[in-house]
């Protein structure tokens, strides 16, 4: 499998379950400014013109990070990073992968801003954390007296919250009245891939603060 991926971007969740997986797989890094990578035109890749985009060992192109995140969960085999199909583990990953790429994703992403996905403006960001807010609050709720999000055990849908922790940390939005949510990005930085996928990927894309 071959992951393409910005740093900092939303690939950082499936290029950390990769890395835990314990699969085959290598990393092409994208430049979204240019839309270009090693190989040339991104936007032949993935024409969405964003991150991540998986290229199966058949060679099919997967998009959007909660299906390829389950996708990567799938052939890790044993159940191990999401549960048997229509268990109610399964439901309650499914719904975590869900709620994450549509509201809190998709919330962080500001159309008031400059040159970069996320706000990085005064205004964007005022603007982006009224609207996350509220979602990452019912999110620290749900974490009281867990480190993650079913049945305190680590699966696919804690590394796309980590990206979401990650963002917190980037636009110093911090963590006041999230004490769980800190404690979660806290265990998630214990983990050993993801200290190597953080060290691997480096600075994130494109974080210039602009008035």
Known sequence: ????????????????????????YSVEK??????????GNYNLINPKSYVPALQTNNGKILTECAIILEYIAIKAGNNKFIAKYDSSEYWQQRIWLNYIASELHKNFISPFRKGNWLP????SKKLVYKRVFPRLKF?????????YLVNNTFSAPDTYLFVMTNWLHRLNFGFTNL???KRFDTEMRKRPAVQTILKQEGLPHSLQDES
């Open 1 to 24: 499998m071959k992951l393409f991926y910005a740093s900092g971007a939303s690939s950082l969740a499936p290029n950390i379950l990769l890395e835990e997986s314990g699969l085959q």
């Open 30 to 39: 994208v430049n979204l400014d240019k839309k270009t990578w090693n190989g």
């Open 120 to 123: 990085n403006t005064k205004e």
């Open 139 to 147: 999110v620290d709720q749900k974490l009281n007296k867990q480190n």
């Open 179 to 181: 004490d769980n949510l």
